[in-house]
T-cell receptor, first 114, second 111 residues
Framework: GAGVSQSPSNKVTEKGKDVELRCDPISGHTALYWYRQSLGQGLEFLIYFQGNSAPDKSGLPSDRFSAERTGGSVSTLTIQRTQQEDSAVYLC????????????FGPGTRLTVT | SQQGEEDPQALSIQEGENATMNCSYKTSINNLQWYRQNSGRGLVHLILIRSNEREKHSGRLRVTLDTSKKSSSLLITASRAADTASYFCATVNQAGTALIFGKGTTLSVSS
């Protein structure tokens, strides 16, 4: 079956612009996660969705970052007024039930802020 | 700070050799997972070991877990060039809401 998909795969934007990153999880997976990975670093947790609600958004680095999930499926991560330090690979993952089960990752969106 | 920390940071071996990577973590866990990442993109789940398990095998992979030492190891036997990747261990965060990943071990297998 189809895996987790993300779009766009690459995004170059100018500092100060807003960007939207999209994630399509595996059908039927109730849990969805966003992570960020900077060059040579591990994964930094951003936000967790269970269904359409976000029980844990503690990883969002500032109020410029927001995310939503609709229909228990597609999620959008929005970064407003992008800064150069936002440049990273943004990874989305889904899981059938939650964090104690394996997560399936998308290919990521590489964001470059110039 | 990171829950999981992998050691070594980088490992270079020849094809056919075994590769061992270690992971240490800080708090009690229900399970520990290992993931592989190629070329800085999406991660692939390799294996999950539960806290009541001491060893688990999957193909050429062998994972051990020592909860008394809060450590795990991933052994790749008879390595291949295709095993070249970064390997991460992951445990559930304190809030029980997400996985926390270490910075990973970068494995290079040369033919």
């Amino acid at each position: 079956g189809a895996g987790v998909s993300q779009s766009p795969s690459n995004k170059v934007t100018e500092k100060g612009k807003d960007v939207e990153l999209r994630c399509d999880p595996i059908s039927g997976h109730t849990a969805l996660y966003w992570y960020r990975q900077s060059l040579g670093q591990g994964l930094e947790f951003l936000i967790y969705f269970q269904g359409n609600s976000a029980p844990d958004k503690s990883g969002l680095p500032s109020d410029r970052f927001s995310a939503e999930r609709t229909g228990g499926s597609v999620s959008t991560l929005t970064i407003q007024r992008t800064q150069q330090e936002d440049s990273a690979v943004y990874l989305c993952a889904s899981s059938r039930w939650g964090q104690n089960y394996e997560q399936y990752f998308g290919p990521g969106t590489r964001l470059t802020v110039t | 700070s990171q829950q999981g920390e992998e050691d070594p940071q980088a490992l270079s071996i020849q094809e056919g050799e075994n590769a061992t990577m270690n992971c240490s973590y800080k708090t009690s866990i229900n399970n520990l997972q290992w993931y592989r990442q190629n070329s800085g993109r999406g991660l692939v789940h390799l294996i999950l070991i539960r806290s009541n398990e001491r060893e688990k095998h999957s193909g050429r992979l062998r994972v051990t877990l020592d909860t008394s030492k809060k450590s795990s190891s991933l052994l790749i036997t008879a390595s291949r060039a295709a095993d070249t990747a970064s390997y991460f261990c992951a445990t559930v965060n304190q809030a029980g809401t997400a996985l926390i990943f270490g910075k990973g071990t970068t494995l290079s297998v040369s033919s």
